[in-house]
């Protein structure tokens, strides 16, 4: 039991080891918290008016720029939902297709057996 622990705790600690020394993730991290960092100050630096040409609190532009966040988001998911449909109607819409063509196939095979039922009656009558 000890060995097993010992085991798990070495591999756990080499692989800490390794993540900690992988640059490339340091430096993606790094990259991405400066991007963040400069719109972040680009943001508070704008100048955004109202409409009565009053310069905006920070408050109010946040709560603006959620408003157009938030609509954004709200079409990009309605075009995806409107896609998604699209895409499950024409699988329903090939689905039903191939259905009615195999309905269509069974009553002309049924009509068929009907005719030769009849014939086969015909002929045991006579």
Known sequence: MKAKTFLELASLSTALYTISKDTKLMEKLESLSE???????????????????????????????????????????????????????????????????????MQKDVSLIEAKINQLEKTQNS
């Open 35 to 105: 991007s963040g960092k400069e719109k972040i100050n680009n943001f508070m630096k704008d100048v955004v008016v109202d409409e009565n040409g009053k310069e905006m609190e920070f408050l109010d532009r946040l709560a603006q720029k959620a408003k157009e966040t938030k609509e954004d988001l709200e079409s990009k998911i309605g075009e995806m939902a409107a896609t998604f449909y699209a895409k499950i109607n024409v699988a329903h819409t090939d689905k039903i297709l191939l259905l009615q063509s195999k309905l269509d196939q």
